[in-house]
């Protein structure tokens, strides 16, 4: 403890240096002041579903939110284009949907997609290649023959030239020139060219993007191309795109424009997806960010055979037939368009009352509601056994279910993390010391010790260590450090003893 002998201390913090009357501490500052995460709704997703997502998540020992949301979005990704939402004739949604999960290392991000992603998508994958092999080799074939006919033709041209006879007409191509693409479903490669090869011919019904961080890939939308954040802002909504090459003097024609989206990002990278201006691209994002839960390994089994057969039934919906083939629009249920109608008034009126980024999600949030109905229904239907039909309209049921997720859930969680994210840096460093303080219990706080032999994230230098000591002061959680009768005072600051009682 700090010898206060030598020191001339102030008699009105006399009593608190002592330890007698210290206030209680402000333990919101380990929480950067964010709001608690609400509880996921698991009900909303039938009773299949839900104690599938239960069983995964008790394996993986991690939150059911690390289960659920990853499931959303890879289901939005197996309907696709096959089938749209349509509230009224003037409006409708594609269902793909883009979810991040957030949460530090070791709270369970990456063993609750894992079972998905490594045991049923890959297997879903698998099917989806079909005999593309086969069909690759043919196309080699012809285009091989396009090439020998060129050449003739191109010889006949010179030797008609020669002679002085008619030139010949040239050859008419049996394949394009652009070798077919393998089908799939997931995508890491997300340059704007690979995505959009891949959308115009091997991914008609939409691909999902998996990132395992998503801060890195959101930061480096414009790395290889000045528009690539505004592609994929675009690419949410489904409506035509053309990309430009310029190696290329073909463009890219993408019919309808979207992608689905699966990552996930630690609390500390937050702040940096931030930085830019609101162009509504985090607006799109569904965010899931649980508190953790005590490891404890579990005894269920995730059977990810029922998964597998269960959305293979989402992976066989196919465009309606056509040239160009055309999404089957699923309309709400005619009580469903009045409650997306009320829904979407409560909205507009508790956006008036947000702020940032929390604005622009209350503005998505009535299409947001729409997208999850028509995943939420087909969710519903590919549980069941027996062979009926897919749902050819969306039930006041799956709205209200998709309105409630929405507003009890998704909102809530946009903003804990936008408020997480809004935190100053002075709080950020205030958490990270308040953090180092409860898991080691010490008296008192070193300046110089945690600068040279502690070494915090984010506290390497004496600056940087003080302000946040001046933090944790104003919650109560250390002492100023007393003046000494000559000289500066010592970068000792008293611990509160009441952080440590049981």
């Known amino acids: 403890m700090v010898d206060l002998t030598d020191f001339e201390v102030d008699p009105a913090k006399a009593n608190g240096i002592a330890g007698l009357d210290w206030s209680e501490p402000d333990m919101e500052v380990l929480r950067l002041r964010r709001r608690p995460p609400p509880r996921l709704p698991i009900e909303i997703f039938g009773d299949e579903w839900g104690q599938w997502i239960v069983d995964v998540a008790a394996a993986a020992a991690c939150p059911v939110d690390y289960v659920a949301l990853p499931l959303l979005s890879s289901a939005s990704t197996l309907i696709g284009h096959a089938r749209w939402a349509q509230a009224t004739l003037g409006w409708c949604e594609p269902p793909h949907l883009w979810t991040c999960v957030v949460g530090d290392s070791g709270d369970g991000k990456s063993p609750g997609l894992d079972c998905l992603h490594r045991d049923v998508l890959s297997m879903l994958e698998t099917r989806m290649i079909g005999d593309f092999p086969e069909r690759l080799r043919e196309w080699r074939a012809a285009r091989e023959f396009d090439k020998a006919a060129e050449k003739q033709w191109q010889d006949a041209v010179r030797e008609a030239q020669r002679k002085g006879k008619v030139i010949p007409a040239p050859p008419r191509a049996t394949v394009s020139d652009t070798e077919p693409s393998c089908p799939r479903l997931r995508q890491h490669d997300v340059t704007v060219e690979k995505i959009a090869l891949l959308l115009a011919s091997a991914a008609p019904k939409g691909v999902l993007i998996v990132r395992d961080e998503l801060a890195g890939w959101i930061n480096g939308m414009d790395a290889y191309s000045a528009a690539g954040r505004a592609f994929w802002i675009e690419a949410y909504g489904g409506r035509p795109y053309r990309v430009e090459r310029v190696k290329h003097p073909v463009p890219i024609d993408i019919p309808r424009l979207a992608v689905a989206v699966n990552g996930g990002t630690q609390p500390e990278r937050l702040a940096q997806l931030v930085t830019e201006s609101d162009d509504g691209l985090l607006a799109r994002i569904q965010w899931g960010w649980p ?91 590919c549980a069941r056994d027996g062979m009926a039909p897919p749902p050819m309209q969306i039930s006041d049921v799956a709205f209200a279910a998709a309105a409630m997720l929405t507003d009890e859930y998704f909102m809530p969680m946009a903003e804990r993390v936008y408020g997480d994210a809004a935190a100053t840096e002075a709080e950020r460093l205030a958490a990270t010391l308040a953090r180092w303080i409860v898991k080691e219990r010490p008296d008192e706080i070193h300046v110089r010790t945690l600068q040279r032999c502690v070494r915090l994230p984010g506290l390497r230098t004496a600056e940087q260590i003080k302000t946040a000591a001046s933090a944790l002061v104003e919650a109560d959680w250390l002492w100023e450090p007393p003046k000494p009768a000559f000289g500066k005072p010592r970068g000792i600051y008293p611990v509160n003893p009441r952080l440590f009682e049981a």
């Open 291 to 381: 508190d953790p839960i005590a490891f404890e390994l579990g005894d269920d089994t995730p059977r990810p055979a029922w998964a597998i057969a269960a959305l293979d039934r989402l992976r066989e919906l196919d465009l309606h037939p056509g040239n160009p083939p055309q999404p089957v629009r699923i309309p709400l249920v005619p009580d469903a368009v009045s409650m997306l109608q009320d829904f979407g008034r409560e909205m507009q009126t508790k956006r008036t009352n947000a702020g940032g980024l929390l604005r622009s999600a209350y503005g998505k949030a009535r299409g947001t509601a729409l997208r999850l109905s028509i995943n939420l229904e087909f969710l519903w239907w």
